[in-house]
């Protein structure tokens, strides 16, 4: 299609051209009696080109151009304020006591509704509990066994391996219990949303004592400008002093936030820490490796670029027979180092 | 200098088995300082931040079994 149109456009544009070459040529060969007619004839072929032009060019881009808005501001949601996350630098590790107080959080209020499916127990090992508070974590849950020899599937205590599991049997019980509202997988959210942090850190704060006058609010929904459409179906959850931090933090609402939204990137990227690491451990080898690289480029070409080529010309300009170049090509360039 | 070349390329360079024997150790021990200098640096600028630590907190009296987590750590 785009072959077949593109070689059409050229052939309307050689039609377009050949009149114009056509005068032009005849301009050159014309008489001057004919040059009037011929002029006016030029003007009125240049014009309407290049009203045809820049018509073309006005019609794209009011077609094409324009910015174009789908949806109106507040389907679109409040865009979130930039907070200062110490652990987004480049230079920084999650801080791992907030990630456990986080944690704490989810498990104390979003862990009723939202699932973090993809986080299995032993990745908490090492990074926020120690193997035994883990593995007594992961015990308290049952798990289906494989079938055994009659086809039966008992249940066991989790382990280490096991996966969290979700508050619901499956999508629809959670819809069922949630208005219809299906509460997301939390394991990628922080990725999975434009704003990653800052939209979830606005989401949960945002929740305004009562929707704006003029809001229109679903019976069922609740108000909130961050979040697109400002109905949402998860009510606020987040109230100072709701859950008692073990190392004594207070736990004001936005103390909450911050730590589970920090809890959330942690398990949306679990390797962050590793991975800002490695990466400066790239750069400052490779910046070794990138000088060495000149280095030796300087050094190889060191004889090609201090070269100097001069011109002897012959001494005595002797009668010989041949032109002046077969004279020149006999003696040549003297190449000196 | 000249004089320190030539010791240099006596000691290490001439016989090909102590010139490979020579990289290959150079090549370790390298990699052995380069990773424990930059860890050093990144664990201070991060200091109290990571697991390693905070993990005396919450390991319960002597033997808690946190191999796991020390793997993890010192990777």
């Not at chain 1, 959080?105 to 009723?112: G, L, S």
């Not at chain 1, 993809?118 to 308290?140: H, N, Q």
């Not at chain 2, 088995?17 to 052995?32: C, N």
């Not at chain 2, 390693?52 to 796991?68: A, C, F, L, T, V």
């Amino acid at each position: 299609m785009l072959a077949r149109s593109s070689l059409r456009s050229s052939r309307a544009f050689a039609a377009a051209k050949s009149p114009a070459v056509r005068t032009a040529t005849r301009n050159a060969s014309s008489q001057s009696s004919q040059s009037a007619a011929a002029s006016w004839k030029n003007t009125a072929l240049l014009s309407s080109t290049t009203l045809l032009a820049a018509g073309s060019v006005s019609w794209y881009y009011y077609q094409f151009g324009r910015p174009t808005q789908a949806m109106t501001l507040a389907e679109e949601g409040l865009h979130p304020p930039k907070f200062p996350w110490e652990h987004t630098k480049l230079t920084r590790t999650f801080d791992h006591q907030a990630l456990r107080r986080g944690f704490h959080v989810y498990r104390e209020v979003c862990a009723a509704c939202h699932s973090i499916s993809r986080i299995p127990y032993r990745k908490f090992v090492g990074s926020l509990m120690t193997v035994d508070e883990a593995k007594a974590m992961a015990e308290e849950q049952e798990y289906d066994t494989d079938p055994n020899d009659e086809g039966e599937i008992e249940k066991r205590p989790g382990k280490l391996s096991d996966y969290m599991l979700p508050p619901y049997q499956n999508d629809e019980a959670a819809r069922a219990a949630n208005n219809g509202a299906l509460p997301p997988d939390l394991s990628l959210i922080v990725k999975a949303r434009h704003g990653g942090c800052d939209y979830v850190f606005a989401l949960l704060t945002g929740y305004p004592e009562e929707p704006p006058a003029g809001a229109v609010v679903q019976s069922g929904l609740n108000f909130n400008p961050y979040f697109p459409g400002t109905g949402i179906g998860m009510p606020k959850q987040l109230f100072d002093g709701l859950v008692d931090y073990e190392d004594g933090t207070p736990a004001t609402a936005s103390q909450m936030a911050k730590d589970v939204v920090e809890f959330l990137n942690w398990t949306a990227e679990p390797e962050a820490d590793e991975r800002k690491k490695m990466g400066w451990k790239v750069m400052a080898i490779t910046t070794v490796l990138f000088g060495l690289s000149v280095w030796v480029k300087r050094y190889k070409w060191a004889t090609i670029k201090t070269r100097k080529l001069s011109y002897t010309p012959p001494h005595a300009p002797a009668k010989q027979p041949g032109s002046s170049f077969r004279r020149f090509q006999q003696h040549g360039y003297e190449q000196k180092p | 200098m000249s004089g320190l070349l030539n010791t240099i390329y006596t000691a290490f360079v001439r016989r090909n088995a102590v010139f490979l024997t020579t990289i290959f150790v150079g090549a370790f021990a390298t990699e052995m300082v380069f990773d424990s200098g930059s860890n050093l640096i990144w664990d201070s600028i991060n200091r109290g931040r990571q697991w390693k630590d905070i993990k005396h907190k919450y390991m319960s009296n002597g033997g808690g079994g946190d191999d796991e987590g020390d793997d993890d750590d010192d990777e």
